[in-house]
């Protein structure tokens, strides 16, 4: 039974695995009703309206009004695409990972209705390619709804078409920034291309292309259903909607949990996660995925789980995945494993990203080793603000937010360390990723 | 966003400037004189792309930084280079490059020359905060035989790979691995072999890519960088050699959009050692006696020339009972070698055989026509031109900068591709339309595509059908179907039926033979033209020449710069006729085949010695300035001409370059009043000079507009061999002997380009038989046989190569090359040959 404090719209009936099925998924969900009268009833621009009105905000880590973007599209007779980001790679989120297994179709439906509303023949699913599980899952409600009519040519008799493929990526963090994906699905190597032009504008193989997460597309069946008011009944004002929020870390039920948008951190912390193990307190926690500058207890616990309040203390909501770091946990080993991974996955096509991500490993490196100097603390944080601001995507910043704030806020226990290397609280005590387990909801 | 034209003002740290609107801001600024430092821009190389992040910039109303490269330019922006945000990011920038770059640039051949050196000095915190290990390489490697990279120095601008995938579309370069473990490198580290990849080492800002013909050789403080002209293709691309001690050590590209757009080719990059080779004629030289003073040479070249020609003891100017005996042939010269010559043998000889082609081509009045601005294509037309036809040439190999420039018209303009041409083309792939007619039948084939733009359903209808429907269209036409009677008239109908003459940014741009063809025909060095393509009494062709020195009618015989035994279709007859010749006068760069036949050997300049004017393919008169030092005994060929213009009793009146120029530019109604600062460093068009000598030029000759000929081109009764697709429709029918129509090319790489220059060793081609598989299978061929080549009684050695693409019926073989040079077979027209297996042949 879900938890009281849980609103389950997206993981409703996610417990039963005939969810899976196109059958299931009519029965227990009503699945492709909405696909069903979307198609016969409605114009490309209520849909369009719909989505605008719900004020739905991209959960794939911008924030961006999704209706909005649908807009920026041009219209005319051109090839135009959707792409739903599958790639879900950053550390501390799973979310869309288990939208994907326990609801394939509810992304199915979400993906075609969407492309109505960006007036899409091509879609694509890109999903990460270390989700084999969940792409053959989708791969097998492809096919039911192809089989339906609900994907393919003239779906339904309304003289529409929509060709859905499921791509599966190579392993490349990249891959899941938007402009990358399209690279990597035109068969080019991952990288990030230079904005302007959108992908709104000029996308896939150049076409106008709308690039959506998949809790996103996931959330548009039930937006179209239930209308746009329904939706803002849930959230705050300027997050409105539920969220499914990963939480991971330092907690006892770690898992996936959706929620009202608004909902006290600490709540979610504490009453769906469990809070911290016996005898420990919490220290700090990543709001939004490792890219998120990490927020200290007293600074986050009591703050609204929104967007706004995210990005009022200074960091952000991102993707909702909580990675929560207790009493255990050595910040500077967590700082270099942070900056391990973006240095890993940096795709190397711009300098500060290239160069600052190697370097503040090395530095992190020595730091942790006892080989630096108070001075090198110093270097660390310029080298941070260095490449904010000033990298080809966001990739860069994603390292050096999360780093520049725990150097920032734990500075004396950077300085501990360094006096003494041995002095270190425990340095596997850090859990950045999924858990074993699906979470909670299991 | 494109540029629109409109001019906008914006304001850069608080001056006004003038831009463009649409047009990058960093171009903008440089307009403006504001430098905005930078690594990965490059408009060359196609769409920015940002990576480097050096150009950050403050743009007021937008709160991050914006890299100058990629931001159009709007009305009103202000923009700040300098302030201390943008201070911050840059060094930053130079920081972060800094990280693993090794500093090592006292051992850096770049050093000096390097645009990191210059912005870490400029831009850079000027001091460092890493004490962090750097990544390593082994280093240095072979990228290819002539290109060596060191990755630790590579700052991953991503220029090289950009300029292989979008340039050249060699796709060969490649970044493999991710992030600061990114390498520059090529599939399975096979080597980087293609004709263009020397480029590479122009555009890399920092030491990574150097050229193995010029590491360690020479410091940037010194050398000299001379700008002059490459004349090693008629596309005469602008080069800058570096000379260090006179010598030259290297050549690098000289941007200039009219003629190159700033890439040049191996050939013309690599192609300079042979300036000191060992074969080069380093002073005169007399037949069985060794060297001679440039007196004695002369003297006897004279005196030898006036026995051919008969006029021992005939004054010059008078009018000879006995007609002359003596002709020239010009290959590579100057416009002023080209005007020297035809007065010596016009004036002093009392000569009209004179030529400039290396077998034949149109008569004057065609080339009048075909010279009419009105019909000509300017290099630059290409870039914005709807659809371009490539027209019995394949422009990677006798002109290979086009190449590049028709890709970017498809890439970067969405212009329309057509090919029709003999053999396959390396432009093939992005064609929409590909015609293939056989050897031999180029001006049917033309004749065919004029009256199929004009409506007719024929063969060249699919070729036809995307000219018709285009607005700008650009004929890029190979000179050598000219060859065939008829051709160049069924060209100035498809021009005629295309409206060239009333569209701009259409008309027909000439692929010649050699590399001044244009300049040595508007000089006078025609059989039935003079200075300016005027009219005169005809004299003999290239291909009549030889011939009446075999029957004994001509007697003696000036070659320029031409190697007949290399160069010219049917190496026997040329071979005959050498001998035959009582008097042989060979001017030359280098020993070959040819000066062992000669009388008297007289040494050339070469492009990187001489100085003089050459006129472009498009009518661009272009200057090639002395360089580098002369050999000892060589002198300059304008005095050496006119020297000996004296020594046969005509005073010229020229004794230096700018004489010559001016006597050259008098002479040439179409060339009067430019001047030596016209022309400058970027050349000019004569064409561009004066509209009133566009009317002059078009007055002179036949209207194209007036009298469209409709009966010059006579159709085969039986046409044969014309076809849309990859085979021709009507073949030859398989003879009882197996014998195929033989087809043959100039291989970019086929010459004494790869004997003379050592490091271009490795790319000379070795002799091929192409069949189809058709033809293959039909005689028991496989790739990689052995094989003997006959042809009435001349027979040369090949290996069989099957290619997919060859249409069935025709063989093709490369001419020029060292063994088994396919001139031998060229007896006349198209001519059939038959293959046999060499074992077979017993062999």
């Known amino acids: ?442 | 966003m494109s540029p629109t034209g409109r001019e906008v003002t914006i304001t850069i740290d608080g001056r006004e400037v003038a831009a463009v609107e649409g047009e990058m801001l960093h171009d903008a600024a440089r307009k403006g004189d504001v430098e905005i430092p930078y690594f990965c821009y490059e408009p060359k190389l196609g769409d920015p792309v940002g990576a480097c992040r050096m150009c950050l910039v403050e743009i007021e109303g937008i709160p991050k930084l914006q890299t100058s490269c990629s931001t159009p330019v709007r009305e009103g922006m202000v923009v700040h280079t300098r302030t201390e945000q943008v201070k911050e990011a840059q060094s930053a920038v130079v920081e972060f490059l800094l990280v693993n770059h090794p500093l090592d640039c006292p051992v850096c051949d770049k050093g000096g020359e390097c645009p990191l050196q210059d912005i870490s000095y400029g831009w850079g915190p000027g001091k460092s905060r890493v004490i962090d290990e750097k990544r390593h390489f082994e280093k240095p490697i072979e990228l290819s035989p002539l290109v060596a990279i060191d990755r630790e120095r590579c700052i991953l601008c991503y220029r090289c790979v950009r300029f292989s995938q979008e340039v050249a579309e060699d796709a060969q370069l490649q970044l493999i691995e991710r992030g600061d473990r990114t390498f520059v490198g090529t599939f399975d580290e096979r080597p980087y072999v293609a004709p263009f990849h020397g480029n590479i080492t122009d555009i890399c800002p920092v030491g990574a890519l150097t050229s193995y013909t010029y590491r360690f050789r020479a410091r940037p403080w010194d050398i000299e960088h001379a700008g002059s002209v490459c004349t090693l293709c008629p596309s005469q691309c602008n080069v800058s050699f570096t000379v260090r001690d006179e010598k030259v050590k290297r050549v690098v590209t000289r941007d200039n959009a009219e003629v190159d757009d700033g890439w040049i080719c191996d050939r013309g990059r690599y192609g300079f050692e042979m300036f000191d080779a060992p074969e080069r004629v380093r002073g005169p030289r007399l037949k069985g006696g060794g060297e001679a003073s440039w007196d004695e040479a002369l003297e006897a070249a004279a005196a030898g020339l006036r026995a051919a020609a008969g006029i021992e003891h005939t004054p010059v100017g008078s009018n000879s009972a006995t007609p002359s005996r003596v002709a020239a042939i010009a290959g590579d010269a100057s416009n002023e070698e080209g005007f020297l010559l035809q007065r010596i043998v016009r004036e002093a000889l009392g000569s009209p055989h004179l030529d400039s082609r290396p077998s034949r081509g149109p008569k004057a009045d065609v080339l009048q026509r075909l010279a009419a601005p009105s019909v000509s294509a300017r290099v630059r037309e290409i870039d914005e031109a709807d659809a371009i036809l490539v027209l019995g040439t394949d422009p990677l190999h006798s002109s290979p900068i086009l190449d590049l420039r028709v890709r970017k018209a498809i890439r970067r303009n969405g212009a329309k591709l057509v090919v029709a041409t003999e053999r396959p083309t390396a432009l093939d792939g992005g064609a929409e339309a590909i015609a293939r007619y056989a050897p031999g039948q180029a001006a049917h084939f033309v004749g065919e595509l004029a009256s199929a733009i004009g409506g007719a359903e024929n063969v060249a209808s699919p070729v036809a059908e995307t000219l018709r429907e285009a607005g700008k269209v650009v004929v890029i036409w190979g000179e050598r179907i000219a060859r065939e009677d008829g051709a160049a008239e069924a060209l100035l109908e498809v021009a005629e039926a295309t409206s060239m003459a009333s569209t701009e940014g259409s008309g027909l741009l000439e692929i010649p033979d050699t590399t001044n063809a244009r300049g040595l025909r508007e000089a006078g060095v025609l059989p039935d033209a003079g200075p300016g393509l005027a009219e005169t009494a005809a004299g003999k062709s290239t291909e009549e020449i030889r011939e009446a020195l075999i029957s004994g009618e001509l007697t003696g015989l000036i070659l320029f710069g031409a190697d007949p035994l290399r160069d010219f279709p049917d190496t026997p007859a040329w071979e005959e006729a050498l001998t035959a010749a009582d008097f042989v006068v060979s001017f030359s760069m280098h020993e070959n085949a040819t000066t062992a036949k000669a009388d008297v050997v007289l040494p050339l300049e070469t492009h990187a010695e001489k100085d003089g004017t050459v006129t472009h393919p498009d009518g661009r008169l272009q200057r090639v300035r002395p360089s580098a030092s002369r050999p000892e005994g060589v002198l300059p060929n304008i005095i050496v001409l006119s020297e000996l213009a004296s020594q046969l009793g005509l005073n010229t009146g020229i004794d230096s370059q700018p004489t010559a120029f001016a006597a050259l530019t008098e002479a040439v109604s179409f060339y009067n009043g430019i001047e030596d600062a016209d022309i400058g460093g970027r050349g000019i068009r004569w064409q561009d000079r004066r509209p009133e000598v566009d009317q002059a030029v078009e007055s002179d000759s036949p209207d194209t507009q007036r009298d469209a000929p409709t009966s010059m081109v006579q159709p085969n009764p039986s046409p044969r061999g014309v076809a849309s697709a990859e085979s021709l429709s009507t073949a030859p029918p398989p003879s009882n002997d197996g014998s195929l129509l033989l087809g043959t090319y100039r291989d970019l790489w086929a010459g004494p380009i790869t004997e003379l220059n050592p490091p271009l060793k490795f790319l000379a081609p070795q002799q091929r038989v192409e069949l189809s598989l058709t033809d293959a299978e039909r005689l028991g061929l496989n790739s990689g046989d052995q094989v003997r080549v006959s042809q009435n009684g001349n027979t040369i050695d090949a290996q069989v190569q099957i290619k997919e693409r060859v249409p069935a019926g025709v063989a093709f073989m490369a001419e020029g090359v060292a063994d088994g040079n396919a001139n031998a077979l060229l007896n006349g027209g198209p001519v059939q040959v038959t293959i046999e297996k060499r074992s077979e042949a017993g062999a």
């Not at chain 1, 200290?296 to 770091?325: H, K």
């Open chain 1, 1 to 442: 039974m879900p938890h009281q404090l849980e609103k389950r719209v997206l993981l409703e009936h996610a417990e039963d695995p005939a969810l899976r099925t196109l059958d299931g998924y009519r029965r227990l969900a009503g699945g492709y009703e909405t696909l069903e009268r979307a198609y016969k009833e409605m114009e490309q621009d209520e849909v369009l309206k719909e989505l605008e009105d719900s004020g739905l905000r991209g959960r794939g880590g911008a924030g961006f009004s999704m209706g909005k973007k649908a807009s920026f599209l041009p219209r005319g007779e051109m090839a135009k695409y959707l792409c739903c980001n599958a790639d879900e790679s950053e550390p501390g989120a799973f979310k869309d990972r288990e939208l994907m297994q326990r609801n394939p179709h509810q992304l199915i439906e979400g993906i075609a209705i969407a492309a109505l509303a960006a007036d899409a023949g091509h879609a694509f699913i890109f999903i990460r390619g270390e989700y084999d599980e969940q792409a053959d899952i989708l791969d097998a409600a492809v096919a039911e709804a192809y089989e339906a009519g609900y994907l393919g040519t003239n779906i339904l008799g309304c003289h529409r078409d929509l060709e859905l493929v499921v791509h599966r990526g190579a392993g490349a963090y990249i891959c899941g920034e938007e402009t990358a994906l399209l690279d990597a699905l035109e068969g080019k190597r991952g990288n990030p291309r230079l904005k302007p032009p959108f992908p709104a504008v000029q996308g896939l193989y150049g076409g106008p292309t709308l690039i959506n997460n998949v809790e996103t597309l996931s959330n548009v069946p039930h937006i179209v259903r239930h209308g746009a008011e329904w939706f803002k009944g849930f959230g705050t004002e300027q997050s409105p909607g539920t969220k499914v929020v990963s939480i991971s870390g330092g907690v006892r039920r770690p898992g996936n949990y959706e929620v009202e948008l608004g909902i006290s951190t600490r709540e979610l912390i504490y009453g769906l996660a469990g809070g911290p193990e016996e005898g420990h307190e919490i220290k700090a926690f990543f709001p939004g995925g490792s890219s998120s500058p990490v927020l200290t207890a007293e600074e986050g616990l009591d703050l609204p789980y929104s967007f706004e309040a995210m990005a009022e203390a200074g960091s952000m909501l991102g993707s909702g995945s909580i990675i929560v770091c207790d009493d255990r946990v050595s910040i500077p080993h967590l700082a270099l494993r942070t900056a391990r991974f973006y240095h890993h996955e940096s795709c190397g096509k711009c300098v500060p990203c290239r160069e600052g991500t190697n370097w503040t490993v090395k530095m992190l490196e020595r730091m942790v080793r006892g080989e630096a100097t108070p001075m090198d603390l110093d270097i660390v944080s310029s080298v941070q603000q260095n490449i904010i601001g000033h990298c080809l995507c966001v990739l860069g910043d994603s390292m050096a937010m999360p780093v520049g704030a725990m150097v920032r806020k734990y500075r004396e226990e950077f300085e501990a360390v360094m006096a003494d290397p041995e002095l270190v609280l425990d340095p596997h005590a850090v859990v950045l990723g999924a858990p074993e387990t699906l979470g909670a909801t299991t």
